[in-house]
């Protein structure tokens, strides 16, 4: 089992940049592959980023594709997400979650079985 805390969310201007993290528990961290989604209010929880346990692999929503990156650190058992050119419509609560299917990556929220608890991103306009 696994337990994920993000941090690094905030109030960021639009055009801005933040970045994410998600500390991982765990001695088999490098066993998961990782995802960020994201939920606005009044939304479903939308596909952002997703990443293989080797960090080889990487996959990204159309609309962030050349703006965010996600990375990890399997020695610091931590995922992020470098996220820049910042819009309002990146508002949401963003959430990272694992897989212990390391191999591939995955966009649909059911391939996820561990979640965290959410960070909040504010892009003012």
């Known amino acids: 089992q696994v337990q994920l805390v993000e941090s690094g969310g905030g109030l960021v201007q639009a055009g801005g940049s933040l970045r994410l993290s998600c500390a991982a528990s765990?001695?088999?961290?490098?066993?998961?592959?990782m995802g960020w989604f994201r939920q606005a209010p009044e939304k479903e929880r939308e596909f952002v980023a997703a990443i293989s346990s080797s960090g080889d692999n990487t996959y990204y929503a159309d609309s962030v594709k050349g703006r965010f990156t996600i990375s990890r650190d399997n020695a610091k058992t931590t995922v992020y997400l470098q996220m820049n050119s910042l819009k309002p419509e990146d508002t949401a609560v963003y959430y990272c979650?694992?897989?212990?299917w390391g191999m591939g990556v995955f966009f649909t929220r059911t391939a996820y079985e561990y979640w965290g608890q959410g960070t909040q991103v504010t892009v003012s306009s």
């Open positions: 979650a694992a897989t212990v």
């Open positions: 765990g001695r088999t961290f490098n066993n998961y592959a």
